[in-house]
Nanobody, 121 residues
Framework: QVQLQQSGPGLVKPSQTVSLTCTVS??????????WSWIRQAPGKGLEWMGV???????YFNTVLGSRTSITRDTSKNQFSLHLSSVTPDDTAVYYC?????????????WGQGTQVTVSS
């Protein structure tokens, strides 16, 4: 059974960088055919895909977020992390990590529990 466990701060001040980590069990983040995403949902809005890191370490991002987003990984710990810089109150949301099946019809099949991140001074 694949499990994704999220960790990170719940409250961040404006202009800071928020970093969230997703620890994976039951699968390796280096398994070919899968990638690892970060997705968020702001209050009253739909899901917003933020970015993904592939099994071989390549990463891709939602261009709407510009250059504020990066994703890193530590294969020795089977973890991947989101780093979102220069946060504003508009970045307040529930953040999720998820596994992306990268087949003909990609879909997110396993999700973390979600982390509420609030940006406030």
């Amino acid at each position: 059974q694949v499990q994704l466990q999220q960790s990170g701060p719940g409250l961040v001040k404006p202009s800071q960088t928020v970093s969230l980590t997703c620890t994976v069990s039951g699968d390796s983040i280096a398994t070919q055919g899968y990638a690892w995403s970060w997705i968020r949902q702001a209050p009253g809005k739909g899901l917003e895909w933020m970015g993904v890191i592939d099994f071989d370490g390549d990463s891709y991002f939602n261009t709407v977020l510009g250059s504020r987003t990066s994703i890193t990984r530590d294969t020795s710990k089977n973890q991947f992390s989101l780093h979102l810089s220069s946060v504003t109150p508009d970045d307040t949301a529930v953040y999720y990590c998820a596994r992306l099946y990268s087949g003909d019809i990609p879909f997110h099949d396993y999700w973390g529990q979600g982390t509420q991140v609030t940006v406030s001074s």
